[in-house]
């Protein structure tokens, strides 16, 4: 069981930069697979960036390949979104999510509460 807190949302003009953080609860942080993804109003839930229990390089959307940066940090159990070069139609609630091994990020089991972003132009 993981439980996520994401933190760092808000409002920002186009262009400008926001970061984006998840604070994880569990005792086996290591074991799981991290990403973000998010929703726009009436669009389906999309993948925007994460990275698989086994490490390795991080996945990212191509709407936002350049601009943003996910990390991780396994001492501090907290994954970070990094958003520069903010778009209008990266407004959405992001969504902080969780797979535990052997499972895919890109189907995970455990999500977040969720933040707004908004991008105005």
């Known amino acids: 069981q993981v439980r996520l807190v994401e933190s760092g949302g808000g409002l920002v003009q186009a262009g400008g930069s926001l970061r984006l953080s998840c604070a994880a609860s569990t005792g086996t942080f290591s074991l799981y697979g991290l990403g973000w993804f998010r929703q726009a109003p009436g669009k389906e839930r999309e993948f925007v960036a994460g990275?698989?229990?086994?490490?390795?390089?991080?996945t990212y959307a191509d709407s936002v390949k350049g601009r943003f940066t996910f990390s991780r940090d396994n001492a501090k159990k907290t994954v970070y979104l990094q958003m520069n070069s903010l778009k209008p139609e990266d407004t959405a609630v992001y969504y902080c999510?969780?797979?535990?091994?052997?499972?895919?990020?890109?189907?995970?089991?455990?999500w977040g509460q969720g933040t707004q972003v908004t991008v105005s132009s």
């Open positions: 990275v698989s229990w086994t490490g390795g390089s991080t």
């Open positions: 999510a969780a797979e535990r091994r052997p499972g895919s990020i890109l189907s995970p089991g455990y």
